[in-house]
């Protein structure tokens, strides 16, 4: 089936082509990257080029507990959400200097996304 028509010159796209952003982060893995200066995030990895990323739906990882390292936190999640610190989630996110990229269980993806927003 053709995904695009084009009418008096003007190109359209069918709805049915395109894909919301959650339907888009759905099939990219979940991940905690650690970076030099910018912190640790959790995300959907949507793109890597040596030491840049680009995250969506991505999460600072601002404090935790209930892990006793992001490694941990990756496989296992939190086992003390309320006293992790974890703002909202933002669309995207670009991070450069990558010094570490955690692959994360669904488990711990689960865990992650499901603590409170933090804010202030």
Wanted: hydrophobic share 40%; with cysteine.
């Amino acid at each position: 089936m053709k995904e695009n028509i084009e009418i008096d010159g003007k190109e359209y796209v069918l709805k049915s082509s395109l894909k919301t952003t959650r339907e888009s982060v759905a099939n990219k893995k979940y991940v905690i990257a650690r970076t030099y200066s910018a912190g640790v995030f959790a995300g959907h990895l949507k793109k890597r080029v040596g030491k840049e990323i680009v995250l969506q739906d991505a999460r600072r990882i601002f404090y935790w507990d209930g892990a006793a390292t992001l490694s941990q936190l990756a496989m296992e999640g939190t086992s003390k959400p309320e006293n992790c610190k974890f703002p909202l989630p933002v669309d995207e996110v670009i991070l450069t200097e990558l010094i570490e990229l955690l692959p994360c269980t669904k488990k711990a993806e689960n865990s992650i996304k499901s603590v409170k927003v933090w804010s202030k």
